[in-house]
């Protein structure tokens, strides 16, 4: 990981110099201390033409969100971060950017603290059944291209939501201690930056050595609809093959996904 930047506040202001010679020297990282969300300011800052693979991080939010407009808690101590994404793909297989970075998640986790980090239908990192990481993605298109995607990471590292959210947990909590944030970033956009440069065509194969979903019999709640069945594979899409009550198999392409 390479440090462009430090305490850049609200926009996107020089051009990129960086070194984008390969390994691991990718990164443009704007660091801010209290913001909205750092959705907003990775939104902003792409609109303004940022490059891709700048990671815009905030110590807290004080609007963070979840999918659907949920709100995310965001206070001191997590790591909170959004990373702009300009791949040259069609923008249907902007979606494999999640599991990339879901899985890329999952093995840094896995490799630096030995915990048992699981993934979750669609984005979720579960350690215990309790949630320590969500991704939120946002993208914007030019014609059929896209114009950037946004990755949206909230890790619980050394703060602990578990009161106001009982099914959340954090790094710190199952270690007993704290733990370097900047490890942890490092090490992850490493492995991230690995995953990308590897393409995608294997992404969800290798997401699904680690997920929780597959085999369990769940009710997948989306806007307009419920569905429950075992969940019995995700394809190539991303989407989750339930096998309902009369032997049928749904297709669900997204959605939160619940254990009765
Ligand atoms: C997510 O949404 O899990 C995506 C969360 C993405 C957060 C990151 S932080 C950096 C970037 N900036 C943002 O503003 N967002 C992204 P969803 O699957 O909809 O889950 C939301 C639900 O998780 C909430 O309704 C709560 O029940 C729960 N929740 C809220 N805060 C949590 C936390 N810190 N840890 C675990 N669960 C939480």
């Known amino acids: 990981m390479k440090e462009k930047r430090s305490e850049v506040r609200g926009s996107y202001l020089s051009p990129r110099t960086a070194d ?42 004080n609007a963070g969100r979840g999918r659907l407009s949920r709100s995310w808690l965001s206070s001191e101590g997590g790591l909170w971060l959004t990373i702009v994404l300009r791949p040259d793909i069609p923008h249907i297989s902007g979606y494999k950017l999640n599991f990339a970075a879901s899985l890329s998640l999952v093995v840094t986790l896995r490799r630096l603290f030995d915990i048992p980090a699981f993934v979750k239908w669609p984005n979720d990192i579960l350690v215990n059944e309790k949630k320590i990481v969500g991704i939120l993605s946002e993208m914007e298109l030019n014609a059929d291209r896209l114009a950037f995607v946004n990755i949206g990471i909230g890790i619980n590292v050394n703060n602990d939501p578990s009161s106001e959210e009982p099914n ?3 790094i710190k909590k199952i270690l007993g201690r704290e733990i370097s944030k900047e490890e942890l970033l490092s090490e992850f956009l490493d492995v991230f930056e690995d995953r990308m440069t590897q393409g995608f065509d294997n992404v969800i194969s290798e997401w699904k050595k680690y ?5 369990r019999y769940v009710k997948v709640v989306t806007t307009r609809e419920v569905s429950e069945g075992t969940a019995i594979d995700v394809d190539d899409d991303g989407a989750l093959l339930l096998k309902l009550a009369d032997g049928r198999v749904k297709r669900v392409i997204y959605g939160d996904c619940f254990e009765n």
């Open 168 to 170: 959340a947990s954090s």
């Open 211 to 215: 997920t929780l979903t597959i085999g």
């Open 20 to 61: 984008l010679s390969p390994p691991h020297k990718i990164w443009d990282i704007l660091r801010f201390g209290e913001v909205t969300s750092t959705m907003d300011i990775a939104r902003d800052s792409a609109r303004q033409g940022c490059p891709g693979f700048t990671v815009c991080i905030a110590e807290r939010q």
